[in-house]
């Protein structure tokens, strides 16, 4: 790297833009991460998860109460821990990591990048595979394994169309996905509402529900029981709480989540992401499991065995089939990308491409197995503890250092072209965190913070041993000093960046706008029709099939006006752009 000034701006200028901290001008606002949170976590995991809690038999008051703390401290996680990093230093874990632990530690975490969101993605496929097989009649997967060859051919063909998207199609699919949040959230909530009477009439012999302690008896007789599918004593409300902090720890406390929050304007934007977790990962839980319990009552099936595609069907319908595809099929492109920028790295001789290819074959051979996402919940708990040590030590690194007399970014001036102290933390972490599950010590979701706590002071006990509490005045003077160029560059950046309003308020955009609100309104009208206008059995299978002749066609409504107004947006947008910059140029 050049090191001179004129040579360093140079550098600087060529540099990836991943490379460097997010310029001021690209920075958003608390909003943009509300919806970018809600979007993310409305998915087809639901489906999966909400059944889980219902399948492990917790109570009513622990799911109401214990989902409510756990997903409080995933925020505060968010909020304390996870958005100060990000915005300090402006970087992707990934990036911030390579400077702190060097190359070595950064292959290895890329390895574990491809295994945990390979992992995530065959399941996502697995559950579009489930609505999928309706349609051709193949019979359930209740085992493990894939018990029927035609279900083999199914889940490979879906695979096929995620891997190709994910190779040739996924900037077109992310537009696609942006759209679908709003719409999840409806048809989630909607599907819990339409099947609650159902539940109602068999255990008060009436479809009403007339207050929230009538509510509170219906479920806790027939979906929160209390009780799990072998009839014994279920999960009680500090696992619940464990549940839900665990589900995304590796975002967390695993601080993967910095590529998203470092463009945060500030701190606070970290509380928008209870969006995510107070509608996806509670609400959505909630009603997933109602849908559950409801659909596994009226096939005569354990919930433990029941297929995401089965209980959507059965609560919305035809809707009920778009709903598990697109959250399955926009989930799993996601994550396959993801996991194919981590093997490129890994294996920089081939190109993004070959190697998404190549790790969509692993992806679509593990998506035959149902056991994938049955076993989603307990996935998620070790995804999270493989990567919290690599929190634990970003986190040592970034706030103790400096207040210990330490140096941050030691081993870069120390010229080590491995840091021992940062490979062997990650090691000792996970030694002692798994040697904790299997000693059975305490409940493997709460695993990740003793982990985190560990890694976090063996970290900074080894890299004092091994030099961090040494100066390095001249590496730091070098450092400060790039950091000031690289001010300088996105301030050029900055000026040279088109200013005005870029909102699409045209008459045609503004009615585009108001069809696909109608496209939800609707839906979520016809829901409440059938949950509070359904006098006896007669009037709600009546409401019910009403909702689910209308919601199909509101559902195309929605995708075809919010796709359209998505993209007269980016057109004005981009043509505004270049308006200016041809000013500019004048």
């Known amino acids: 790297m050049a090191t001179t000034g004129p040579g360093m701006d140079r550098h600087i200028a060529q540099m990836d833009d991943e490379q460097l901290p997010v310029p001021p001008h690209k920075l958003h606002r608390w909003p943009h991460f509300a919806g970018l949170y809600a979007a993310e976590h409305v998915a ?6 909400g059944a889980t809690f219902v399948a492990l038999g917790a109570g009513i008051w622990d799911i109401l109460i214990g989902l409510l703390i756990g997903n409080a401290l995933a925020v505060l996680s968010f909020w304390l821990i996870t958005t100060p990093i990000a915005i300090e230093t402006r970087l992707s874990l990934f990036t911030y990591l390579h400077r702190i632990a060097g190359d070595s530690m950064a292959w290895l975490y890329n390895w574990a990048n491809v295994i945990i969101f390979s992992v995530i993605s065959a399941a996502m496929i697995t559950v579009s595979a489930t609505a999928v097989r309706i349609l051709f009649d193949i019979p359930a997967q209740a085992q493990p394994y894939p ?5 083999v051919l199914l889940a490979l063909a879906v695979a096929a169309i995620v891997v190709l998207i994910a190779v040739y199609g996924f900037n077109a699919l992310t537009e696609f996905a942006s759209i679908c949040a709003p ?3 409806v048809m989630f909530t909607a599907g819990g509402m339409v099947l609650l009477p159902e539940l109602a009439e068999s255990v008060t012999g009436t479809t009403t529900l007339g207050d929230f302690s009538t509510f509170i008896e219906v479920a806790g007789s027939t979906v929160f029981t209390g009780t799990d599918v072998n009839g014994e004593p279920g999960i009680g409300i500090w696992e619940v709480i464990g549940f839900a902090w665990a589900a995304n720890t590796f975002s967390h406390f695993g601080l993967i989540d910095m590529a998203l929050l470092r463009y945060a304007k500030r701190k606070r934007s970290g509380l928008a992401t209870s969006t995510g977790m107070m509608f996806g990962h509670y609400v959505a839980w909630i009603s997933a499991g109602l849908m559950g319990a409801a659909t596994a009552a009226v096939t005569k099936t354990s919930i433990a065995v029941l297929e995401p595609g089965e209980v959507a069907w059965h609560a919305l319908g035809a809707s009920g089939f778009v709903i598990v595809v697109v959250a399955g099929w926009t989930t799993a492109n996601s994550n396959l990308y ?5 093997a490129q790295a890994v294996m920089p001789r081939f190109s993004r491409n070959k190697a998404t290819l190549l790790v969509g074959l692993g992806v679509a051979a593990i998506s035959c197995f149902p056991f994938i ?5 307990p996935l998620l708990t070790y995804a999270g503890l493989l990567l919290v040590p690599i929190g634990g030590i970003i986190f040592a690194e970034h706030h103790l250092f400096p207040r210990l007399g330490f140096s941050r970014f030691w081993a870069r001036y120390k010229g080590l072209t491995h840091n021992v102290p940062a490979l062997a933390t990650w090691a000792l972490s996970l030694t002692f965190g798994f040697a904790l599950d299997a000693l059975d010590l305490i409940p493997f979701y709460y695993l990740f913070v003793p982990t985190w706590c560990v890694s976090i002071a063996a970290y900074t006990l080894l890299a004092k041993r091994f030099g961090a509490a040494e100066a390095y005045p001249e590496a730091e003077a070098a450092e400060r000093d790039f950091q000031s160029r690289v001010q300088a560059f996105h301030a050029k ?10 909102r699409d308020t045209s008459p045609l955009s503004r009615v585009i706008k108001a069809i696909w609100i109608v496209g939800l309104l609707v839906p979520s009208l016809l ?3 059938v949950l509070f206008f359904s006098a006896d059995l007669a009037s709600y299978h009546q409401n019910r099939e009403l909702f689910y002749d209308i919601t199909i066609w509101c559902t195309l409504t929605y995708f075809v006006f919010a796709y359209w107004g998505l993209k007269r947006a980016k057109a004005v947008h981009e043509g505004r752009a270049q308006l200016a910059m041809q000013t500019a140029g004048r």
Not at 147 to 151: E, I, V
Not at 338 to 342: D, E, M, Q, S, Y
Not at 373 to 377: A, E
């Open 44 to 49: 087809a995991t639901e489906f999966v998860i």
């Open 147 to 151: 018990t029927d060859p035609a279900f």
């Open 183 to 185: 719409w999840l959230m």
């Open 338 to 342: 993801r996991a194919g920028l981590a």
């Open 373 to 377: 996402y049955r076993s989603m919940l």
């Open 493 to 502: 950046q900055t000026a040279q960046e088109p200013v005005g309003p870029t």
């Open 527 to 529: 829901a409440i029709n």
